[in-house]
């Protein structure tokens, strides 16, 4: 399977860089998005993801 790397740009975006990350991934329109537990990262993912349409996929946590 194709990876593209999405690294957050921290000098440009400071503490907002992970979620403007996002933003650039879902910009790519994918097929649908995994989301697994962690941070509010994650979790601003696959909101996003779900506000486009996309299909979200969760694994684990409760």
Not at 2 to 15: L, N, V, Y
């Amino acid at each position: 399977m194709p990876q593209i790397a999405f690294k957050p740009d921290w000098t440009k975006h400071a503490k907002a860089a992970p979620f403007k990350r996002n933003d650039a991934m879902l910009e790519t329109l994918p097929i649908g998005v995994m989301h697994f537990p962690g941070t509010g990262i994650q979790d601003n993912l696959a909101d996003k993801a779900k506000k486009l349409g996309l299909p979200v996929w969760r694994y684990g946590g409760t």
